[in-house]
């Protein structure tokens, strides 16, 4: 069955630096989605992408944070400069169509940890 | 804006049935229903459309009152498979497929 991944699964990361999530969604996908879920709390939006840019971003996905499709498959998420409270667990999800209410399928996540 | 879940928390015996609620002070496109496990991903269970319409997953179906701006999940005859925290989300008319997610209902089922 398809999946989404994500690397890595878990990172510590020094206040201030950078730091790159990297996602592989699902093939035949059209949109992505990055959402973060402090320890506890709920899943909450990030951003969302579709055709190379971004569709739609929270008041969270500042300009410390950017996204990028480099290369058609992978999909990635940069922190500029970590601060204590980017620590959370991000995950990447697709859908196949946005338009429509589409199924989200969630990667199992990758834990920022920001020292 | 984010949808409102209640209760927040439920404890079950195995056997008993539970129902979480969402609401949402915004027109509804649809509804969906994620079960997360501790430590893992969410997983979808269901969507809800528009016009009310019921959907099922083995024991658990959900309803979806557009007029109320409301959606249940009903869980019967629970099973200690179905522990975890269940999260509403709701698509508002955005055509970008971004779900906001309730603060999520914590669901033990015990023995």
């Known amino acids: 069955e398809p999946e989404v991944t994500q690397t890595p699964s878990h990172q510590v990361t020094q206040m201030g630096q950078e730091v790159i999530l990297r996602c592989v969604p699902i093939?035949?996908?059209?949109?992505f989605y990055w959402y973060r879920q402090i320890l506890g709390q709920k899943v909450e939006f990030l951003v969302s992408?579709?055709?190379?840019?971004?569709?739609?971003k929270s008041e969270i996905f500042d300009d410390q944070f950017s996204v990028e499709r480099p290369d058609g498959s992978n999909f990635t998420l940069k922190i500029r400069s970590t601060k204590l409270e980017d620590s959370a667990m991000y995950f990447c999800?697709?859908?196949?169509?946005?338009?429509?209410?589409?199924?989200?399928?969630f990667g199992e996540g990758s834990r920022l940890t920001v020292l | 804006q984010q949808p409102v879940q209640s209760p927040q928390a439920v404890i079950l015996r195995e056997g008993e049935d539970a129902v979480i609620n969402c609401s949402s002070s915004?027109?509804?496109?649809?509804v969906h229903w994620y079960r997360q496990k501790h430590g893992e991903a969410p997983v979808f269970l269901m969507i809800l459309l528009k016009g009310g319409e019921q959907k099922g997953h083995e024991k658990i179906s959900a309803s979806f009152n557009e007029k109320k701006q409301q959606s249940s999940l009903y869980l019967t005859a629970s099973q200690l498979s179905y522990s975890g925290t269940y999260f509403c989300g709701t698509h508002g008319s955005s055509n970008t497929g971004k779900l906001i997610f309730g603060q999520g209902t914590t669901l033990q089922v015990k023995p």
């Open positions: 915004k027109a509804l496109y649809s």
């Open positions: 999800a697709s859908s196949l169509a946005g338009g429509q209410p589409g199924e989200l399928f």
């Open positions: 992408f579709y055709n190379n840019e971004i569709s739609e």
């Open positions: 093939s035949n996908h059209l949109y």
